[in-house]
């Protein structure tokens, strides 16, 4: 995939299960099941770049954040930050965390109600970078100018706040640190059509101030087509296409890729695309998954080895990497 | 063409304890048989609370229609009484939201809660209120003795009944109809719930049918065949559909008409295609360069400068001036008047005033 | 520099606290508990400063016996008349009155310092740890208030600070229980792990956002609450396990003149109603407190 060198981060094989237990006992142990979150996942996001993990509820790619992000520790594989493992290595989440930030999707509930903006802008320099008052003060100052809003909205609560201010104020905090890279999780989902477009401007107007590498979690292709320079597509755990944004979007070779995206709404009647998508059935459980492709009971084009084997990402065209059995019939 | 629904120059008002908020304000709407037609804005601009008086459901007491008419086949909805409406409401008119979970009851089973709409529209058609009387007359067959007032355990509810509940089922693209007749909605997804909603809906037989943001919480695919679904339905079973969205492209995608309405007003009021192709006002042109469209090579998005206005406070002169990228002196002084430019293509702007 | 974006103006009005309260008054009952309240209040603070400075503020020394006019009926020179020791009743209820608020606010207070405390801890460390906390609170919970009171008033002899304590030791458990349920509601919100994201132990999450964030919740619990605290502390007194004659309270006021009930009902039915109206006030005003946040919502 990419160089190693450039890469700000970087997963290897990456796993996250989460154990079931029967019924209310705490300690049984008998019949353990597991919800395959993540599956399997090796991504990277390159220096000044920004990589879109697009797909729909349930396919792991919220997990596949936090995991990342250390909020949860991995079940299995590896994550390296700026060339350094950090899931077993001796990094400590502070450390970290002065170079990785999150922005969440949820605006309303991304700032402590009962704090002022200044504060929670300031909190992670507080809690990082152990600076005195003043300098956060004035950190905080610039970190509001960045985003486009003025020195009062310091002293606000997020309640006056709207919810494309409260987005900013989390972009604020988030950028505070001068972090390398600034996890997105769904940041526009949850506003309105013309506050979605000043933030994902604002965002790619930061990331060229301020040098910074993106992974955007999102479910609308749409935003991830605006945004990215590279496009991952998480189904049931794993990666089923990876590849620059533009080739992935206009040459999809996955059956999975092919009906996202033909599901996606265009805004032009005359291209009524979603009329056209061929998709039955329903996402699998995460516990059970169907032997081999997970895809397959929904794919038009499955056949016999589909069930058996589940197929690895191959690069079907340079740095476009597909995992599936017959991606050729695709084109 | 057949007109089915018109609302004249309606105004809608909520008091909330703190203001008053003008949430639709003179808005007129004419929607006919088989169309469907798309109300697009964004959040605020009053497109539910449009579609709740339609169906009589505003909140008894926060809001007040304070003006206008909703005309439905000839008749004025808000002059009836409770009575009166809830005949509408479930026979003609049905209507289904946004979170299928919350809409359906979660200790009845799939099937009961269709039956009880289908024993609902039955009771109605015969004129009886309650259904136990419908049930012994109608269903006789194969029913348990006794009338009950819903339909309560799984083998009492009558063969016919089960099978016209299928049919409903097979409607809306359910693959194994018997299966989740026995489901409870928890054990269902999303998409699976949003086509019993939908399911339900029909089995009224509604002329119109209005679906509140039906897709917004579900998964693009899903939602991709929950729209395909809705515009077969229009021709299978007549019904028309009046779909409030804030997606201005899921509205291009299946409407055949869309209506762009904006702090509780009409900006734009025109044919899919038409919209689309030449957007007239700034507002609906502002929208359009602020979507990401997936498609286009250049990729510049133009965000709409400024924010929605308070509706608490009565404004003059055009609602959309603050933001207006083409605003004229006239934008400030008066409320723009509805303008029909060409055949059906209504727009509410002074830049278009002969 | 971001040229393209305009700088933003707040839109939502400053805050709202002042019309939260306005909505507290649109309402007859809580106006009356709000005035009840702010009487009781008045008085108990009146009684506190006149002892601390020493001067004296009822008509009459609450403790000066005069048996000659003993058992007198309320008139102009005695409002609530005399006991059966030629005490002014009047002046000693009004002494009394800062007993049993204290006793109230403190023992709510406290409860929901350390129901808070308990409550959040157990939520976010999880696991055995919130196990145990929760089913201490549970034992806690089961013990009666008399009966420990008893104990408490057998093992360190009776009095104000001691009932206090007593109740101190009990009361906080259903605090806990809310406290928790909020703790774990508020868990799973971002700021929360935004605050991990900016290097907070959980330690210093739990004092920086979740005890802010649960403290209204907490506040609306325990203005319904004071109301059964003034009645437990009055019925604890009236069993004698708090200030011992001749310092004046409430509830032995009640059970000293029980007997002349019949020759001199103004005795026992004075103090009585001093703490029903107390508890009505409060309780009314509680629920004022609670209707008012819910709209406001």
């Known amino acids: 995939m990419t160089n190693e060198a450039e890469a700000v981060l970087r997963t290897q094989d990456l796993k996250k299960y989460f154990p079931i237990r029967k019924g209310l006992n705490p300690f049984s142990r008998t019949e353990d099941k597991f919800v395959r979150a993540v599956d399997g996942v090796s991504i990277s996001v390159p220096e000044g770049r920004t990589v879109a993990v697009v797909g729909e509820s349930g396919c792991g790619k919220t997990t596949l954040a936090r995991t990342v992000a250390l909020m949860t520790p991995p079940t299995s594989g590896q994550v390296y930050f700026d060339g350094k493992e950090i899931t077993k290595g001796r990094i400590e989440r502070a450390e970290l965390y002065r170079h990785m930030q999150m922005v969440f999707q949820d605006p309303e509930s991304s700032l402590d109600p009962r704090m002022k903006v200044g504060a929670s802008i300031g909190e992670p320099l507080e809690g990082l970078m152990r600076w005195n008052r003043d300098v956060i003060r004035d950190a905080v100052k610039r970190s509001l100018t960045a985003v486009g809003l003025s020195d009062e909205f310091a002293s606000r609560l997020p309640g006056q706040l709207s919810g494309g201010q409260k987005q900013r104020v989390a972009i604020a905090r988030a950028i505070s640190t001068q972090p390398k890279l600034i996890i997105l999780d769904e940041p526009t989902s949850a506003l309105d059509a013309s506050v979605q477009a000043q933030i994902l401007r604002l965002l790619i107007e930061l990331q060229k101030e301020f040098k910074l590498s993106y992974m955007l979690i999102t479910h609308n292709i749409a935003v991830a087509q605006y945004m990215s320079d590279v496009m991952a597509v998480m189904y049931a755990g794993y990666l089923v296409e990876y590849g620059p944004t533009r080739t992935v979007i206009t040459k999809p070779r996955h059956p999975y890729t092919i009906a996202l995206i033909k599901s996606a709404p265009i805004p032009d009647p005359e291209r009524r695309n979603l009329l056209q998508v061929e998709i039955k059935g329903e996402v699998p459980s995460a516990i059970n998954p169907p032997p081999g492709c997970r895809f397959n009971p929904r794919c038009p084009y499955a056949e016999e080895t589909c069930t058996k084997e589940n197929p690895s990402l191959r690069e079907i065209a340079p740095g476009h990497f597909v995992a599936c059995h017959f991606a050729e019939k695709t084109e | ?354 | 520099m971001i040229a393209t974006l305009k700088e933003q103006k707040l839109t939502r009005t400053p805050s709202s606290f002042r019309s939260t309260l306005s909505l507290l008054f649109r309402n007859k009952e809580s106006i009356i508990g709000f005035a009840i309240v702010a009487i009781y209040l008045a008085v108990g603070l009146a009684v506190t400063i006149a002892n601390a400075l020493n001067f004296q503020i009822t008509p009459y020394e609450p403790i000066q016996q005069n048996v000659g006019a003993s058992l007198g009926a309320p008139s102009p020179s005695h409002l609530f008349g005399t006991d059966f020791l030629g005490r002014d009743v009047f002046s000693r209820v009004i002494a009394s009155i800062p007993n049993g608020l204290v006793a109230s606010f403190c023992v709510v207070a406290v409860a929901i310092c350390v129901g808070a405390l308990i409550g959040s801890v157990a939520a976010f460390k999880g696991g055995l740890f919130d196990e145990l906390l929760m089913r201490f609170t549970d034992v806690i919970f089961s013990l009666p208030a008399l009966v420990i009171a008893m104990v408490i008033a057998v093992a360190l002899g009776p009095g104000l600070t001691h009932m206090m304590i007593a109740l101190m030791v009990i009361w906080w458990p259903p605090y806990a229980r809310v406290a928790r349920g909020e703790a774990l509601r508020i868990s799973h919100q971002n700021y929360i792990e935004a605050a991990r994201f900016a290097g907070q132990r959980t330690g210093q999450i739990i004092l920086k956002h979740v005890l802010p964030n649960i403290s209204m919740t907490l506040l609306v619990y325990a203005t319904l609450d004071v109301a059964t605290v003034v009645l437990t502390y009055a019925g604890l007194s009236y069993l004698g396990l708090s200030v011992r004659p001749p310092l004046p309270d409430l509830g032995e006021m009640i059970s000293t003149s029980q007997e002349y009930l019949i020759l001199a009902p103004w005795l026992p039915v004075i103090p009585g109603l001093i703490i029903a109206v107390l508890v009505i006030g409060f309780s009314l005003l509680g629920d004022g407190i609670r209707d008012a946040l819910e709209a406001a919502a």
Do not use: W
């Open chain 2, 1 to 354: 063409m057949d007109t089915l629904l018109s609302i004249e120059d309606l105004t809608v008002v909520y008091d909330t304890a703190f203001r008053r908020v003008t949430a639709v304000d003179n808005v007129s709407v004419d929607l006919k048989r088989d169309e469907f037609l798309a109300v697009v804005g964004e959040s605020g601009c009053g497109k539910s609370t449009l579609g709740l008086t339609v169906i009589g459901l505003l909140p008894k007491n926060t809001a007040q229609v304070t003006a206008g008419a909703v005309r439905y086949k000839d008749t004025d909805l808000l002059k009836l009484d409770r009575g009166k409406i809830r005949d509408y409401r479930g026979t003609e008119i049905a209507m289904i939201f946004q979170e299928p979970l919350t809409s359906l009851s979660p200790v009845y089973r799939v099937e009961e809660q269709i039956a009880e709409a289908i024993l609902v529209r039955e009771a109605r058609k015969a004129g009886h209120l309650f259904t136990g009387k419908v049930m012994q007359e109608t269903y006789r067959t194969n029913s348990a003795p006794g009338p009950s007032r819903f339909p309560k355990l799984h083998g009492r509810i009558s063969l016919n009944l089960r099978n016209e509940i299928i049919e409903y089922l097979k409607l809306v693209r359910i693959a194994d109809p018997e299966q989740v007749l026995d489901r409870y909605p928890f054990e269902l997804s999303g998409g699976m719930t949003q086509r019993v909603m939908i399911a339900m809906a029909l089995s009224q037989e509604p002329a119109l049918l209005i679906a509140d943001e039906p897709t917004t919480a579900l998964d693009v695919t899903t939602q991709a065949q929950v729209l395909k679904l809705m515009k077969e339905l229009i021709k299978k079973v007549r019904t028309s559909i009046l779909l409030v969205t804030h997606d201005l492209a899921v509205a291009s995608q299946v409407a055949d008409r869309v209506i762009v309405m904006y702090a509780g007003e009409i900006a734009e009021d025109a044919d899919v295609h038409s919209l689309f192709s030449k957007p007239l006002h700034p507002y609906t042109h502002g929208l359009l360069s602020c979507v990401p469209s997936g498609y286009k090579d250049e990729n510049e998005l133009h965000p709409i400068a400024g924010t929605l206005p308070d509706l608490s406070v009565q404004s003059v002169g055009c609602k959309f001036a603050p933001r207006c990228p083409r605003v004229m002196k006239s934008c400030h002084v008066q409320r723009p008047q509805a303008v029909t430019t060409e055949k059906d293509h209504r727009v509410s702007c002074f830049l278009y005033d002969k």
